[in-house]
């Protein structure tokens, strides 16, 4: 064998070598895209669960406390008939109503729940943004939320006040 046949060989077990190197690199890319996928898929259905156990919480205080649920779904409370335990109660319990909200507005933003999954778990605090004390309660404890979530809290306040003004709910 001659010179020139022992480099045709050494370059052919060198592309063999590059070819292999980059299947393997292409396999190991594949299964680390994979992975990810599937840490993505645990992460998302993680705080999935978090917002079930919100909701949870959400309901039990108003099973254990049937008087608070009652406060909590009047239109019109005069904060002053209430006791202190009382009144600790419902701003506990709307305080709660937020945080939910906050939680569940963050997991839309990072993408682990759709738009639809966003509205349905705010129901609990839109349903509390018609009452006027949940409004002042909120306009105390915003400031302890995120702007984005402040923002789009106080536009379902705006939401929730043009519905009133418009000529379909004036006549119902």
């Not at 996928?37 to 049937?66: F, H, K």
């Not at 409370?77 to 319990?93: K, P, Q, V």
């Not at 305080?95 to 569940?104: C, L, P, S, V, Y």
């Amino acid at each position: 064998m001659t010179n020139t046949n022992w480099r045709n060989i050494a370059e052919l077990v060198g592309i063999a070598a590059i070819i292999s190197s980059l299947i393997f690199v292409g396999i190991e890319t594949r299964n680390s895209t994979k992975q990810a996928a599937l840490t993505t898929q645990a992460l998302e259905i993680s705080a999935y669960q978090e917002l079930i156990n919100n909701i949870n919480e959400l309901n039990s205080l108003e099973i254990e406390n049937p008087e608070l649920a009652a406060t909590s779904d009047k239109a019109s409370i005069n904060l002053d008939d209430l006791s202190l335990g009382e009144r600790r109660s419902l701003y506990n319990f709307l305080w709660i109503n937020w945080r939910h909200g906050d939680m569940a507005f963050f997991q839309y933003e990072k993408g682990a729940i759709d738009e639809d999954r966003l509205w349905s778990a705010l129901g609990p605090v839109r349903n509390r943004l018609q009452y006027s004390y949940a409004r002042d309660h909120w306009s105390e404890a915003q400031r302890n939320f995120v702007a984005p979530y402040r923002d789009f809290v106080n536009n379902m306040i705006a939401e929730i006040d043009d519905a009133k003004l418009s000529p379909k709910a004036q006549k119902n």
